[in-house]
T-cell receptor, first 112, second 111 residues
Framework: AQSVSQHNHHVILSEAASLELGCNYS??????LFWYVQYPGQHLQLLLK??????LVKGIKGFEAEFIKSKFSFNLRKPSVQWSDTAEYFC??????????FGKGTMLLVSP | DTGVSQDPRHKITKRGQNVTFRCDPI?????LYWYRQTLGQGPEFLTY????????KSRLLSDRFSAERPKGSFSTLEIQRTEQGDSAMYLC?????????FGEGSRLTVL
């Protein structure tokens, strides 16, 4: 079955530390890749997306992600996190217009 | 606010009661999705509509669940004879294609 795996369920970092959240998927063929963020008490918001082209995608708030097709991965990165990045992060994948499948999420806590 | 809106935001009900949630998508979006999210899990797909047609339903959507989207505008999700296992956040999202725009969700607690 098609699935999305996020390696870390909880991550704790200090401000200014670098962040990398792993995401792997099990789909074959062409995929669309997304990272969504859910800040405390807020709705899911899109951080960035990849459909095609440059595999290094830049999103909002200094986040970026790299699509590595050979590794079926789409890891999220940020060079220097802030306290305001405390949130839950979800990787999601679909193919064409198929329904979006989400990973279980990674809860990021950034301590000031 | 021109985003996706959901109502009610919170619902507490007793086991066996029926509940209904409403979703108003972004007006020009023709696709509408319902997802369920429980603690420690990502959103899980329930069903989706293109305009008024319900095109796909997940195995998670038991026969106690029904969704409608009359006239291709707002949508309702009804749960009949609620069970404690139905306690979750029910999320609605809409799109024209590509990115999903989510509402803030309707949290259901079944006692």
């Amino acid at each position: 079955a098609q699935s999305v795996s996020q390696h870390n369920h909880h991550v704790i970092l200090s401000e200014a530390a670098s962040l990398e959240l792993g995401c792997n998927y099990s789909y074959g063929g062409t995929v669309n890749l997304f990272w969504y963020v859910q800040y405390p008490g807020q709705h899911l918001q899109l951080l960035l997306k990849y459909f095609s082209g440059d595999p290094l995608v830049k999103g909002i708030k200094g986040f970026e992600a790299e699509f590595i097709k050979s590794k079926f991965s789409f890891n999220l990165r940020k060079p220097s996190v802030q306290w305001s990045d405390t949130a839950e992060y979800f990787c999601a994948v679909n193919q064409g217009y198929s329904t979006l499948t989400f990973g279980k999420g990674t809860m990021l806590l950034v301590s000031p | 606010d021109t985003g996706v809106s959901q109502d009610p935001r919170h619902k507490i009900t007793k086991r066996g009661q029926n509940v209904t949630f409403r979703c108003d998508p972004i007006s020009e979006h023709n696709r509408l999705y319902w997802y369920r999210q429980t603690l420690g899990q990502g959103p899980e797909f329930l069903t989706y509509f293109q305009n008024e047609a319900q095109l796909e339903k997940s195995r998670l959507l038991s026969d106690r669940f029904s969704a409608e989207r009359p006239k291709g505008s707002f949508s309702t999700l009804e749960i009949q004879r609620t069970e404690q296992g139905d306690s979750a956040m029910y999320l609605c999202a809409s799109t024209l294609g590509g990115e999903l725009f989510f509402g803030e969700g309707s949290r259901l607690t079944v006692l």
